[in-house]
């Protein structure tokens, strides 16, 4: 079992940056994917950004070259630093992490923290 918590989360102006950290208790592993979802209230939950050891990354188009998904493997951390924020990336974001057993797959979610963009 994995724990997942987010933090950095808060109220910024337009045109703001942000810092989003995501720990999990326990490593995280050469075959696990750290992903950051969002959820604006009346809206469905999306993907905002993923990451794999691997290296492969993906983004939602709405947040290319405005946001960097990371990591820091020695720390159990994964990172999404939101840079020239809009009013529209208000939402609650949640980290989840993928795990790829022998014979099944596992998702862990934070309980998620809110990002809030407003002048």
Known sequence: QVRLEESGGGLVQPGGSLRLSCVA????????????????????????????????????????????????????????????????DTAVYYCKLTGYGSSAEYNYWGQGTQVTVSS
């Open 25 to 88: 208790s326990r490593r995280i592993f050469s075959n696990n994917v750290m992903g950051w979802y969002r959820q604006a209230q009346g809206k469905e939950r999306e993907l905002v950004a993923a990451l794999s050891t691997g290296g492969r990354i993906n983004y939602a188009d709405s947040v290319k070259g405005r946001f960097t998904i990371s990591r820091d493997n020695a720390k159990n951390t994964v990172f999404l630093q939101m840079n020239s924020l809009k009013p529209e």
